[in-house]
C-alpha cells in the first residue's frame, strides 16, 4: 500500500504563491505519473496538473502559466508551486499517484491510484 500526506495548503490573498508537497510512503515501486486534483463544494474533483515518471507535465488550461509541478528526485514526492493565485483557486487540493496500469492488471500492484486526504487552499480577493 501507499500513503500520499499532503502538507502547504493555507489563506493567502489573491496575487499571491503557495507550494503544495505531497510525499508518498510504503510500496511506491509501481508508481508512475503522479499530479495533482482539486474539489470544491458540490462540484466533481477537477484535474489540476500531472507529470509523469519521465517528467512530461499537463496543465489544465485555467492554471498553465501560474502554476508549475515538479517531482523530487526519488519520484517519490510531487510539488505544485500556484503562482497568481485567484479567489477561482480556492478549493480542497488532492494529491495522486498512479501505479502502472500493465502491472496493475497483471495484479502485480496494488489498486490503480492513490489519493491523500486533501489541503484546503483558499485565496482571498
Known amino acids: 500500500q501507499v500513503q500520499l500526506v499532503e502538507s502547504g495548503g493555507g489563506l493567502v490573498q489573491a496575487g499571491s504563491s503557495l507550494t503544495l508537497s505531497c510525499a508518498a510512503s510504503g510500496d511506491t515501486s509501481c508508481i508512475t505519473s503522479m499530479g495533482w486534483y482539486r474539489q470544491t463544494p458540490g462540484n466533481y474533483r477537477e484535474a489540476v496538473a500531472g507529470?509523469?515518471?519521465?517528467?512530461?507535465?499537463m496543465y489544465v488550461p485555467s492554471v498553465k502559466g501560474r502554476f508549475t509541478i515538479t517531482r523530487g528526485k526519488n519520484k517519490n514526492t510531487v510539488f505544485l508551486q500556484m503562482n497568481s493565485l485567484e479567489p477561482e483557486d480556492t478549493a480542497v487540493y488532492y494529491c495522486?499517484?498512479?501505479?502502472?496500469?500493465?502491472?496493475?492488471?497483471?495484479?502485480?500492484?496494488?489498486?490503480?491510484?492513490?489519493w491523500g486526504q486533501g489541503t484546503q487552499v483558499t485565496v482571498s480577493s
Open positions: 495522486n499517484a498512479i501505479n502502472d496500469p500493465a502491472r496493475t492488471a497483471q495484479g502485480l500492484c496494488g489498486p490503480p491510484d492513490y
Open positions: 507529470i509523469t515518471s519521465e517528467g512530461v507535465e
